[in-house]
Structure formats: structure tokens, C-alpha cells
């Protein structure tokens, strides 16, 4: 829960980087763990997606590199709490 929190507050890139790797790695690993709260994983994942997309869009050139990053690091932890899912 406090990788959650810290996901979902965090507004330095690099920090959010280290946090989905966490959780990343957490889910891959231990995937008992969070499977029971695979709905609220999810949905704060998401939020933080939508977030790092608008930070993209915000910049009048679409390259906005924190954006970017953060978007690979939650789209990895994303695909490992959906192949947990599956494997369960």
C-alpha cells in the first residue's frame, strides 16, 4: 500500500520510476500478495498513466522525456499485474 501511495503522489519521475519497478518486481514475485488488491493496483496504475499522458500533451512538442518514462515504467508494471492475474 505504500508503493501505491507513493505512485500516486509522486511527482518526481525518477521516484515514480523506482516505485512501479518496485511494484513491478513485487507483483512478479509475490504475486499472492497483491492479487487481492489487484482492482485498486489497477486502478491507481491507470490514474497514473492518464497523468503521464497529459504531461506529454502538455509540452508543444510531444517530447516530453519524464512523460515518456513514465509511461514505460507503469505499462511494464501493468503488464506484470495482468500476467499474474492470468496465471491465477
Known amino acids: 500500500m505504500q508503493?501505491?501511495?507513493d505512485i500516486e503522489n509522486c511527482l518526481?519521475?525518477?521516484?515514480?520510476?523506482e516505485s512501479t519497478q518496485l511494484l513491478?518486481?513485487?507483483?512478479?514475485?509475490?504475486?499472492d500478495l497483491?492479487?487481492?488488491n489487484i482492482a485498486i493496483i489497477q486502478?491507481?496504475?491507470v490514474a497514473k498513466l492518464v497523468e503521464a499522458r497529459k504531461r506529454i500533451n502538455a509540452r508543444s512538442d510531444g517530447k516530453s522525456k519524464s512523460g515518456?518514462?513514465?509511461?514505460?515504467?507503469?505499462?511494464?508494471t501493468i503488464g506484470n499485474?495482468?500476467?499474474a492475474a492470468a496465471v491465477k
Open 12 to 17: 518526481d519521475s525518477k521516484h515514480l520510476d
Open 68 to 76: 515518456h518514462s513514465m509511461t514505460t515504467s507503469i505499462l511494464k
Open 43 to 45: 486502478a491507481k496504475l
Open 24 to 31: 513491478s518486481s513485487l507483483i512478479q514475485y509475490c504475486p
Open 81 to 83: 499485474l495482468t500476467m
Open 34 to 36: 497483491v492479487l487481492p
Open 3 to 5: 508503493l501505491l501511495t
